[in-house]
C-alpha cells in the first residue's frame, strides 16, 4: 500500500523565521513524484513544489525547499522568510507510474505570526 | 473563462436526495479527477478518468457515480445522499503525456447533507 504520513497537525512560526514541515511516505516503486500543496483559507489547492524521484538534488522555488532523502522516505518542505500568506493548510503527495493516482497525507496547518 | 471550475459552490441536500457536482475545464486535459477532502483524512481519490469514457475507481467510489461523455466535463453524482458524503469535493485535471504532470485543481464544492 502506498501511504503519505504528516505527524505533525500543526505549526507555528514568526513572520520572516524559517520552517520546516515534516512528511515520509512508503512505496514499492523506484520511479515517482513527490509535491507540495497549499491550501490557503480560500481553500484553492496551489502546486508549491514538485520532486522528481530519480533525481538526487533538492527541488528549489524561491523561499521553498524541499530535503529529499530517498533511502529513508522523507521528503520535507522547508519555508524560508516566512509570510503571513504562508499561513494555510500544506499537504505533501506522490504519484507512481503504476497506479497514475496522487496519494496524499493528511495536512498540516502552518500558521504565520506576525 | 479559462481553467476548471466546479458548479455549485456550496450545495445543502436532504438524505437520499440524489446531487449532482459539476465539472468543466477548458485545457483539453485528457486525465481529470475527483477527491474529497475531510478534516483528518487529507483528500482521498473518488474517480478518475483518463479519457472520454474511460472512468476507474479510487479509494472510496462508494456511493458515487461518474460519467465522461465529453472531454471536458466530469460529473460526479451521489445517487442517494447520506450524511457521510458531506464533505468539501475537489476536481482536478492534468495532461495525458506524462502521468507525473502537475494536477490542477478547482475552486471545490461544499457540500452539507442533512
Known amino acids: 500500500a502506498q501511504t503519505v504520513t504528516q505527524s505533525q497537525p500543526e505549526m507555528s512560526v514568526q513572520e520572516a523565521e524559517t520552517v520546516t514541515l515534516s512528511c515520509t511516505y512508503d512505496t514499492s516503486e523506484s520511479n515517482y513524484y513527490l509535491f507540495w500543496y497549499k491550501q490557503p483559507p480560500s481553500r484553492q489547492m496551489i502546486l508549491v513544489i514538485r520532486q522528481e524521484a530519480y533525481k538526487q538534488q533538492n527541488a528549489t522555488e524561491n523561499r521553498f525547499s524541499v530535503n529529499f532523502q530517498k533511502a529513508a522516505k522523507s521528503f520535507s518542505l522547508k519555508i524560508s522568510d516566512s509570510q503571513l500568506g504562508d499561513t494555510a493548510m500544506y499537504f505533501c503527495a506522490f504519484i507512481t507510474g503504476a497506479n497514475s493516482k496522487l496519494t496524499f497525507g493528511k495536512g498540516i496547518t502552518l500558521s504565520v505570526r506576525p | 473563462d479559462a481553467g476548471i471550475t466546479q458548479s455549485p459552490r456550496y450545495k445543502i441536500t436532504e438524505t437520499g436526495r440524489q446531487v449532482t457536482l459539476m465539472c468543466h475545464q477548458t485545457?483539453?486535459?485528457?486525465?481529470m479527477f475527483w477527491y474529497r477532502q475531510d478534516l483528518g483524512h487529507g483528500l482521498r481519490l473518488i474517480y478518475y478518468s483518463a479519457a472520454a469514457d474511460i472512468t476507474d475507481k479510487g479509494e472510496v467510489p462508494d456511493g458515487y457515480v461518474v460519467s465522461r461523455s465529453k472531454t471536458e466535463n466530469f460529473p460526479l453524482t451521489l445517487e442517494s445522499a447520506t450524511r457521510s458524503q458531506t464533505s468539501v469535493y475537489f476536481c482536478?485535471?492534468?495532461?495525458?503525456?506524462?502521468?507525473?504532470?502537475?494536477?490542477?485543481f478547482g475552486p471545490g464544492t461544499r457540500l452539507t447533507v442533512l
Open positions: 485545457w483539453s486535459h485528457s486525465y
Open positions: 482536478a485535471s492534468s495532461e495525458a503525456r506524462d502521468v507525473y504532470n502537475e494536477q490542477f
